[in-house]
C-alpha cells in the first residue's frame, strides 16, 4: 500500500518547499511509474530495496528512456525515500547511494539578434482581430525582454503591470520574486494591451455581468489565463509568419535568445543569473559556452591562419 506515499508526499512538497504544480505533476507521474513497474516485480516503496531501484532504473535505459528522463524518476525516488525517512515510514534510504546517468549538457537553442527582431514584428501583425495582435505582441516583446519562464509569462497578474512599470516583478519556482527591468518597446506594447484588455473587460462586464480577471493574458479555460500550450502553438504560428524554423522557436528558446544576447553585449553572469531566477550560477554558466562557440566561430570563419 505504500502507492499511498505519494499523496502526502506532493502534499509536503507544496507545503513546506512552495513547489510548483508543475513540478508537483511531474514528481506524480514520475512516482506512479515507478510504483507500478515495482508492483509487477512484487514489491512497493515500503519493502524495495537498492537493488530493486537500480533494476527500475536499468529497465528504464533498456526501453531506450532519455537520459534526462531517468534521471528525473531517480531523482524522485530519492526526495521520496528522503521524505519517506524523515517521517519514520522506513528505518533505511534504499535510494541513498544510488548514482544516475546525470543530465547530458547540451547547448541551448538560441536565435540570433536578427531573427528575434523578425519574431517581434511579425508578432504585431499576427492575430484575427485587433485584441489578438496587440496580446501576441505584448507576449514576445515581454518575452524577450524579461526571459520569463513560459509559466511566468502566461500566468502574470494584471496588477504587476499598472502604472506603466519600468521593472516587472516577477513570481518564479518555490514562490521566489524577482525584479526585472522592462524595456521602451515592452512597456510600449504591455501600455497598448493594457488600454484594450481593459476597454474589452469593462465592456463584457456591462452588457455580460462577467467578472474582471486578475490575470494579464486572461483566458476562458479552467486556468482562468492563456495556457502554455496555446502560447507554444502561438509562437510557432509567429515564427512561420517571420520566415524563421518553427523547429528552432519555442517559448524557452526566446529566454536563452533573452540570455545569450545579454552575454554577448557585456552583461555580468551574476545579473543574468537574478534575472532568469536561477538558484544556482551553475545553470547560468551554460550560455558562457554558447558565447565561447560562437567565439570560436568567428575565428575559425575570418582568421587568415584558420582558413589556411
Known amino acids: 500500500m ?3 506515499w505519494i499523496s502526502p508526499f506532493l502534499d509536503a512538497q507544496a507545503a513546506e518547499l512552495n ?18 513497474w515495482l ?4 514489491t512497493d516503496f515500503e519493502l524495495a530495496s537498492r537493488p530493486d531501484l537500480e533494476a527500475y532504473l536499468i529497465a528504464l535505459e533498456a526501453d531506450g528512456m532519455a537520459r534526462a528522463t531517468r534521471a528525473r524518476r531517480l531523482s524522485a525516488l530519492k526526495q521520496l525515500y528522503r521524505f519517506a525517512y524523515e517521517e519514520g515510514w522506513r528505518a533505511d534510504n534504499p535510494a541513498l547511494q544510488i548514482t544516475g546517468p546525470g543530465r547530458e549538457k547540451r547547448l541551448p537553442k538560441t536565435l540570433s539578434i536578427e531573427e528575434v527582431d523578425r519574431l517581434l514584428s511579425s508578432s504585431e501583425a499576427h492575430g ?23 509559466s511566468e509569462l502566461v500566468s502574470l497578474p494584471v496588477a504587476a503591470a499598472r502604472g506603466d ?3 516587472l516583478l516577477i513570481r518564479g519556482k518555490g514562490g521566489k ?3 526585472v527591468p522592462l524595456s521602451p518597446p515592452a512597456r510600449t506594447a504591455l501600455a497598448a494591451w493594457l ?3 481593459d476597454a474589452e473587460e469593462d465592456r463584457l462586464k456591462t452588457e455580460k455581468g462577467q467578472p474582471h480577471s486578475r490575470f494579464l493574458f486572461a483566458s476562458r479555460g479552467k486556468a482562468g489565463h492563456l495556457t502554455r500550450v496555446r502560447f507554444f502553438s502561438l509562437i510557432k504560428e509567429i515564427a512561420v509568419d517571420a520566415h524563421v524554423s518553427p523547429d528552432r522557436v519555442t517559448p524557452h528558446t526566446l529566454r536563452h535568445a533573452f540570455a545569450t544576447h545579454l552575454l554577448q553585449n557585456g552583461a555580468d553572469l551574476r545579473a543574468i543569473q537574478t534575472l532568469l531566477g536561477h538558484a544556482d550560477i551553475a545553470t547560468t554558466e551554460i550560455y558562457t559556452h554558447v ?5 570560436k566561430a568567428l575565428v575559425f570563419d575570418n582568421h587568415p591562419l584558420a582558413k589556411a
Open 165 to 167: 512599470p519600468q521593472v
Open 177 to 179: 520574486e524577482r525584479m
Open 291 to 295: 558565447l565561447d562557440a560562437r567565439l
Open 128 to 150: 484575427r482581430n485587433t485584441g489578438d495582435r496587440l496580446r501576441n505582441h505584448c507576449l514576445m516583446q515581454l518575452l524577450y525582454a524579461t526571459g520569463m519562464r513560459v
Open 2 to 4: 505504500s502507492l499511498g
Open 19 to 36: 513547489a510548483a504544480e508543475n513540478t508537483l505533476l511531474a514528481y506524480g507521474r514520475d512516482l506512479r511509474h515507478a510504483a507500478a
Open 39 to 42: 508492483s509487477a516485480q512484487g
Open 195 to 197: 488600454d484594450y484588455r
